[in-house]
């Protein structure tokens, strides 16, 4: 029978260390601005949460409700702002290509969740720190980081200090450029094979032999590399340890226990459940949701561009 993980008491610990530097900071305290423009739904439960973590840790939180059309002008002026240390928006506002636009209008230095493209290339070409002393560390899409520090509770890691998926196998049923693309690459770099499904198909992203380059410079190499692959969802299960969902349609078929390889780990970070219920009789752990651990995330993103900003050693 799985162990069923609960995101909010694994985050605990994170947020305690979070609290105590946050303490050594002193005043004024930092603050996030979050942009809300659908007041109902995962959005809504996002910022209630947000709010939540925020209080716990002792970081000032100003939510704002706001249309969608505003959402441009809004994030401009907390761009600007010098009281603001960190923007968070609230997706969807528009649709995938629209939101992407909307994601780069954010401020790098402010993007708490790693969703601005500056980000995604550091992460895409291994670029650890963004200066050339590698004082200044790069920060990772708080979805996908919850995601991995999950795992690492659950048990998958066992591998090297640089590679702790070395060996692993891993299925993953989303490859979107928020969370599931990332998350491939990031298991990737960790040592894991993963298997990558969503509508346009499948692919592989496989560990390179050897160590990659430094990953402080954009010419840097990545730590693994992605094909197209043939592989079916019935063979893909069957050999994963790891198995993570994330897809938001009542009409994907629920991943079953016989499906599973037994002892897997499976986590669903869709809002929509994407695993039957009995999975616990054939899984090793079970995690059915990521949210709390995503703020969580978020915060120490925060405190990490708050130290590079100030010019200090940012937070490890």
């Known amino acids: 029978m799985a162990i069923v993980l609960d995101p909010a ?15 050594t900071l002193g005043d004024p305290p930092l603050l996030l601005a979050g942009f809300l423009a659908a007041d109902h739904g995962p959005s809504k439960t996002y910022a209630e949460y947000t709010a939540k973590a925020c209080a716990d840790v002792g970081v000032r939180f100003d939510l704002r409700h706001l249309k969608r059309l505003e959402a441009e002008d809004a994030i401009a002026e907390a761009n600007v702002d010098p009281r603001i240390h960190g923007i968070l928006v609230y997706y969807p506002l528009f649709g995938p290509e629209h939101d992407a636009y909307i994601r780069d209008r954010v401020d790098p230095s402010k993007d708490i969740e790693g969703l601005h493209s500056f980000w995604a290339h550091c992460l895409y070409q291994n670029r650890r720190f963004i200066d050339a002393e590698r004082t200044k560390k ?3 899409p708080c979805t996908p980081l919850a ?3 999950l795992l690492e509770a659950a048990g998958a890691f066992g591998g090297t200090a640089g590679k702790p998926l070395a060996g692993k196998r891993a299925t993953v049923f989303n490859r979107s450029e928020v969370v599931g693309r990332p998350l491939a690459s990031m298991m990737a770099n960790d040592g894991a094979e993963v298997v990558s499904f969503d509508l346009d198909g499948v692919q592989l992203f496989q560990p390179r032999e050897g160590e990659p380059g430094p990953g402080n410079d954009r010419r840097s190499a990545s730590a693994y590399g992605v094909s197209e692959s043939t592989v079916d969802r019935a063979t893909a299960l069957r050999d994963a340890d790891v198995v993570i969902t994330g897809v938001p349609s009542r009409s994907f078929p629920l991943v079953t226990p016989d499906e599973i390889k037994p002892g897997a780990i499976c986590l669903n970070f869709s809002t929509m459940k994407n695993f039957r219920e009995d999975i616990v009789e054939r899984a090793s752990a079970y995690i ?13 993103n925060t405190l990490r561009l708050y130290r590079n900003a100030e010019g200090e050693r940012p937070c490890s």
């Open 9 to 23: 008491e694994i985050a605990k610990t994170y947020r305690e260390a979070i609290r105590e530097e946050i303490k």
């Open 138 to 140: 790069a920060i990772l």
């Open 147 to 149: 995601i991995l520090k």
């Open 288 to 300: 059915p949701r990521v949210g709390p651990m995503t703020v969580t995330m978020a915060l120490r």
